[in-house]
């Protein structure tokens, strides 16, 4: 988002500051690519973008917000990814520019299948290629809720994709808002 946009690569000066912090509150890995994925999955505006190899997880994020429009499902395969140690994180490329798998450092990454990919410049408005590899599906608005159901029998709700307190308070909301409608 433009609004955390720092320019000349600055915004590593945000995560650096944000890792020197971090560890006060959990394990964070040596790898500084996994430490910047980690980072970004816990909300830190980052130069990142995560997916999923998962396209049931896909879906629930594409369902489970604004309930008041149709979500969107991108499917995107990179042509490059590169290995996490090759590369110095100041790396430059022209918009998407390549991605990476993380090990999983964290169970919200692990049970959500994450895979990311590296945007720069980072306040640069992703555009949607004109490309074989690049994908988009409309999930229409009345069906949202129904998938996000059908979802949670198959066990991809909140609490799997967030095994924390933060994500067994999430589910028990969206349970109890749920029984009202």
Known sequence: ?????????RDLGRFHHWREQAIAYCQIPDNDWECLAQAQHYGLAT????WTLNPLVAVYFACISQNNCDGALYCYIPELYVERETLPLDAQCNGIGFGFVSRGI??????QKGVFTVHSPPNQTMRIPDSENFF?????????Y???KNLDIYGINHVTLFPDLDG??????LDTANMCK
């Open 1 to 9: 988002m433009s609004k955390y946009f720092i320019p000349n690569d």
């Open 47 to 50: 130069r990142l973008l995560d």
């Open 106 to 111: 964290t169970s919200r990454i692990l049970n």
């Open 136 to 144: 988009k599906f409309i999930i229409p608005q009345e069906l949202k």
């Open 146 to 148: 129904d998938l996000v």
């Open 168 to 173: 067994l308070s999430e589910k028990i909301n």
